[in-house]
T-cell receptor, first 114, second 111 residues
Framework: GNSVTQMEGPVTLSEEAFLTINCTYTATGYPSLFWYVQYPGEGLQLLLKATKADDKGSNKGFEATYRKETTSFHLEKGSVQVSDSAVYFCALSDSMDSSYKLIFGSGTRLLVRP | DAGVIQSPRHEVTEMGQEVTLRCKPISGHNSLFWYRQTMMRGLELLIYFNNNVPIDDSGMPEDRFSAKMPNASFSTLKIQPSEPRDSAVYFC?????????FGPGTRLTVT
């Protein structure tokens, strides 16, 4: 079945450091891929998405490229801020599944120190 | 748009009591999802609806849990009777196609 695997957290970085959070997936069909972010005490928010191979999603300085050959969708940011501290979830949907359900990874907590 | 609205934001109840959580999805969205989030189990999909019809409730943990969507603008998740292990944050999300928009959640504490 479809699944998403994320790197274990927490990831602890100093402000202005480079961020990578790894995400790999297993899917049948042609999934769309997403990154969601959850700030403390809030619901998940869509951060970025990519709908086909080689697409790059970007938002708020974050980027992720849909790599079909490596089944990956790693999240990157060149210079993190304290305000980026949150939990990040990778997710996929399958265009073959008409339910529009998302499969989420387990989440990776990011802590950014001043 | 106000986004997905959930009520109440916090609920504290005693074991054995009935709990009803409410959700108003974004207007025009045709899919609605109920999730539960805990430290131990992470984010779990409980049930989802398409066009007000329940599609898959296999994530509902027990018969104590039930969900309804009587119209396109309202859904409820009911727990009867509640137990301490039901303590969690419950999220509602709505979508048009694949982009899901989450509500702020209801933090449920069962003592």
């Amino acid at each position: 079945g479809n699944s998403v695997t994320q790197m274990e957290g927490p990831v602890t970085l100093s402000e202005e450091a480079f961020l990578t959070i790894n995400c790999t997936y297993t899917a049948t069909g042609y999934p769309s891929l997403f990154w969601y972010v959850q700030y403390p005490g809030e619901g998940l928010q869509l951060l970025l998405k990519a709908t086909k191979a080689d697409d790059k999603g970007s938002n708020k300085g974050f980027e992720a490229t849909y790599r079909k050959e490596t089944t990956s969708f790693h999240l990157e940011k060149g210079s993190v801020q304290v305000s980026d501290s949150a939990v990040y979830f990778c997710a996929l949907s399958d265009s073959m599944d008409s339910s529009y359900k998302l499969i989420f990874g387990s989440g990776t907590r990011l802590l950014v120190r001043p | 748009d106000a986004g997905v609205i959930q009520s109440p934001r916090h609920e504290v109840t005693e074991m054995g009591q009935e709990v009803t959580l409410r959700c108003k999805p974004i207007s025009g969205h045709n899919s609605l999802f109920w999730y539960r989030q805990t430290m131990m189990r992470g984010l779990e999909l409980l049930i989802y609806f398409n066009n007000n019809v329940p599609i898959d409730d296999s994530g509902m943990p027990e018969d104590r849990f039930s969900a309804k969507m009587p119209n396109a603008s309202f859904s409820t998740l009911k727990i009867q009777p509640s137990e301490p292990r039901d303590s969690a944050v419950y999220f509602c999300a709505s979508s048009h196609f694949y982009e899901q928009y989450f509500g702020p959640g209801t933090r449920l504490t069962v003592t």
